[in-house]
């Protein structure tokens, strides 16, 4: 096989996997694909420019693996963001307590989840009131 023809392959099959992945993006209805429930959301805010915005937790990893290049160590990989067009869009979380939406471990040496406004920690308070009666 010369190498003109492996090209050529490899592009059809890549065209192929991009319309279908494409094809089930946009199928409406995709069965199993219940409603998105916000355990499936996550909060992202942009370091640069406060920018807070709720995206798939699925796409925010899809756009984080794109993003991280094995080869080079990033510690914290940002997102591009849409409004300053910057790499530092982190997961974020939004305060349950005060509505406060903050990017993850904020608060240093801390819990991740710890709101840097309220200092409310979910994970603190389901470790302080144990579901377990008794
Ligand atoms: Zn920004
Ligand atoms: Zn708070």
Redesign the pocket.
Known sequence: MNKTTSVAIIIVCSAVAAFSFYKYILSPGTPGQADISSKDNTWVK?K????ESQMKLQDFYDALKENTDPSVVIVTPGLK?K????N??YQAIKCPNCGTVFIKGSVPRDLEDRCPKCKYSETEESRKSPKTAG
């Open positions: 942009c640069s420019c406060q920018a963001c409004e300053c067009g910057k530092t869009v």
